[in-house]
């Protein structure tokens, strides 16, 4: 079972939509986890990051649910400008990555 | 501050050259690592360090080596490039206390000919 496991999408949605990305990940002793965003032939910035059952920044809401070991990204009112691909991960002695959820927001 | 810094931005090598992909960070970061993706795939791990002087393997690290002599430098060596290692290099750091997430580099565009 891979660490870190996503749905690669792509999710197509219309610019003011609200979408949701799960992500599961394996080693229940993980406390602190991440969502970062990756542009296409970019590196990966950080966007939010999740410690306790939830964290929100804007149209940003990431949600961490021990019990069934999975987080959340929603992204409210979606932008043609968060087209990209959104990567999740935790940090456990090193970093451990999923392979990304494509988003594409079209007008 | 100038975050993970990587050179070169992009390297073509012919197959059974050697080179070192160069990553310096200026954030006192004690976790230093080196991924690769490849075409719409996620990141794997290489090395990885948690400071200077200590390194370990990550999911793949055949072909390749690193060192971290200081806290600031985490170069990656290619010991004889292969057509197999043509991918985007990025180098990470972070502090190690776990709540802190990785500031990446912008990436090494590598091809092996």
Known sequence: RKEVEQDPGPFNVPEGATVAFNCTYSNSASQSFFWYRQDCRKEPKLLMSVYSSGNEDGRFTAQLNRASQYISLLIRDSKLSDSA???????FNKFYFGSGTKLNVKP | NAGVTQTPKFQVLKTGQSMTLQCAQ?????????????PGMGLRLIHYSVGAGITDQGEVPNGYNVSRSTTEDFPLRLLSAAPSQTSVYFCASSYSHPNYGYTFGSGTRLTVV
Do not use: A, F, I, K
């Not at chain 2, 200026?26 to 490849?38: A, G, L, V």
């Open chain 2, 26 to 38: 200026d954030m006192n970061h004690e976790y230093m690592s080196w991924y690769r993706q490849d």
């Open chain 1, 85 to 91: 691909t959104y990567l999740c991960g935790y940090n």
